[in-house]
């Protein structure tokens, strides 16, 4: 990656984050902490990593993306709107009677979205199954999906993995948020889900650890999933998150997992990326 | 009626789908480590790069399947009912129903009639959950003939499908060739005193009813109720008008399936005396399905019984 290609990834960041922060001003609720730890992620996958086509947003070919922690859609939702999916002017009317934007991903209503989600460890199966059937449609695009650290409680997701890698597939790049905190507060109090590279490993796939805040380790965990792809096991990328990054007050506090900014919050939040946009741009 | 062919209507679904999976390359089958009792066995041995065991993960296995058909194929997921819309209730609910994705449930082992397994096997409340959400389709078949032809209308269709089929052979009753509409009920028997209607294995149980009935001189209309939803409310409407009287029969729960589909039907549109058949808010339990059947009234003999008492005979 070059370094104006980082320095663009940076600014679309910061965008998205500024989305989050629309969103869920607008929505007056929503979950901004998980989606703005996930932001870098989104930015990275809708950028870079992902085959997509914001003008043909159904292309059969394209590259799949299941949000399995749904509940963080303003963070999609933005990155979506970032990209061109459809017009940033519409974050505000995130969970709005009658918006498109639905308070969890709709597959029918919002273009660019591929399942739709919310019920936490599902995602996950219904990515499996897009990988499955590409493999047996010989297919070679490929499905990511994205869970958070509290998700992994859920037995499902543990269904959906041993299935993966019992067919072998390395079409499928699981990544995990780990920005440690759930609604009831730290994941390792509420319910312990570490060590969590072994239970993915123990489970038979290929896990690379990153931090999910830094587009150089998002990088380098993309191109390990790319180098394991025909070799048979599924990938899983265990992202090191901070909840809330890059809104001061929300960085590392649990009580931001589901509540929307007020006015003075949200006009500080916007102010503080404001400024990061400036200091990316100058630098 | 030892001569009467007999066939179990999870048979004809292994059958269907191998005969359908002939001709669509875009038909799936998923099971859930089931595939000898399901009979989706069938299938696997004419295409087994098509029949995908999920393992004991019938919950995982409902949402992939809900994945793959959004690549266009047309899976059929199969295990018992008491797994698929028990279990993997929410699931079907989430990721198959609020989507509207084009996922068949070939849902095996229905009701009672699953005999020696027990109550814990013994799914009697299938229709109820699955009628719960929007936009679902839930076909009963009667016998071996509308069954095949049920699941051939299941993979025509766009949209999910419930599909519940039974353990134990029962009667043949339809013709080859029988056509079969989705949400259309069919006359068996004409009548005017009263009518039956009836869906499942307990549908030739309705007619030996109504014969029984018609040596009393009791003119009992027999209505074969495929589909229980969407409710085709026109015959029943027709019945309640011509008839005055209607008894259901189900091998389900008398709670939220097709007897209280067609109560809320009359209720709203044309109030008539109604009498459920079906298993009274009671778990069921181990022994023979035969002999179950008769136990739980689900047989010609009660049905006659309480369609004379429902006519104060």
């Given amino acids: 990656m070059t370094a104006e290609q980082k320095k663009a990834l940076k600014l679309h960041a910061v965008a998205v984050r500024e989305g989050i922060l629309t969103g869920t001003h607008g929505a007056k609720a929503g979950h901004p902490g998980g989606s703005l730890s996930s932001a870098d992620l989104f930015t990275y996958l809708y950028f870079k990593e992902m085959n997509i086509d914001p003008a043909n947003p159904k292309g059969e070919d394209r590259d799949r993306f299941v949000l399995s922690k749904g509940h963080t859609a303003p963070g999609l939702y933005a990155a979506l709107a970032e990209r061109g999916f459809f017009p940033k002017e519409d974050l505000p009317t995130l969970r709005h009677v009658g918006s498109y934007l639905q308070g969890h991903p709709n597959m029918n209503t919002v273009p660019g979205v591929d399942m739709s989600t919310g019920s936490l460890g599902q995602g996950i199966s219904a990515a499996v199954g897009m990988a499955k059937g590409a493999k047996y449609l010989n297919k070679d695009f490929r499905v990511y999906t994205l869970l958070g650290d509290g998700e992994l409680a859920e037995g499902q997701v543990w269904e959906a993995t041993m299935f993966a890698a019992h067919y072998h597939l390395d079409n499928l790049c699981i990544i995990v948020d780990l920005n440690g905190l759930q609604i009831d507060g730290p994941t390792s109090v509420v319910m312990n889900t570490a060590p969590v590279d072994e239970k993915f490993e123990a489970f038979g796939c290929d896990v690379v650890e990153i931090e999910g805040n830094d587009f150089d380790e998002l990088e380098h965990g993309f191109k390990k999933f790319h180098k394991n792809i025909g070799k048979g096991k599924p990938t899983v990328i265990l992202m090191h998150t901070t909840k809330g990054k890059g809104v001061s007050y929300m960085e590392n506090q649990v009580g931001w997992h589901g509540k929307a900014p007020n006015d003075a919050e949200y006009a500080q939040g916007m102010a503080e990326l404001a400024e990061a946009r400036k200091q990316i741009e100058e630098a | ?313």
């Fill in chain 2, 1 to 313: 009626m030892a001569d009467v062919k007999k066939v179990a209507t999870r048979q004809s679904y292994g059958e269907a789908l191998k005969e359908l999976g002939a001709v669509h390359d875009n038909l799936v089958v998923l099971d859930a480590d089931l595939a000898n009792a399901t009979k989706t066995d069938i299938f696997k041995k004419a295409y087994p790069d098509r029949h995908f065991d999920c393992g004991i993960a019938e919950a995982n296995m409902m949402d992939v399947a809900a994945g793959m058909s959004t690549l266009g194929l047309v899976p059929f997921v199969s295990t018992f009912a008491m797994f698929a819309a028990g279990r993997a209730f929410e699931m079907v609910r989430n990721t198959i129903g609020y989507p509207h994705l084009n996922v068949k449930i070939g849902a095996t082992h229905g009701g009672i009639s699953v005999g020696e397994d027990g109550a814990s096997h013994q799914c009697c409340e299938d229709f109820a959950l699955m009628r719960s959400i929007p936009g679902m389709t839930i076909m009963s078949p009667s016998d071996d003939v509308e069954a095949r032809a049920m699941v051939k209308a299941a993979y025509e269709m766009e949209g999910p499908v419930y599909l519940r089929f039974c353990r134990l052979a029962t009667p043949v009753i339809h013709e080859e060739g029988f056509d079969f509409k989705v949400g259309k009920g069919e006359v068996l028997a004409q009548g005017t005193d009263v009518a039956i209607i009836a869906n499942g294995i307990l549908v030739p149980e309705a007619l030996d009813a109504a014969k029984a009935l018609a040596e009393e001189g009791i003119s009992a209309r027999v209505i074969n109720m495929g589909t229980i939803k969407p409710l085709d409310e026109e015959i029943v409407l027709k019945a309640a008008k011509e008839c005055g009287k209607i008894v259901t029969v189900e091998e389900h729960s008398i709670i939220g399936g097709l007897g209280e589909a067609v109560c809320s039907c009359v209720a709203e549109h044309c109030p008539v005396p109604v009498k459920r058949i079906g298993v009274n808010d009671e778990f069921g339990h181990s022994g023979p399905a035969v002999e179950l059947l008769k136990q739980f009234g689900l047989c010609a003999d009660n049905i006659a019984k309480q369609t004379k008492a429902l006519l104060g005979k």
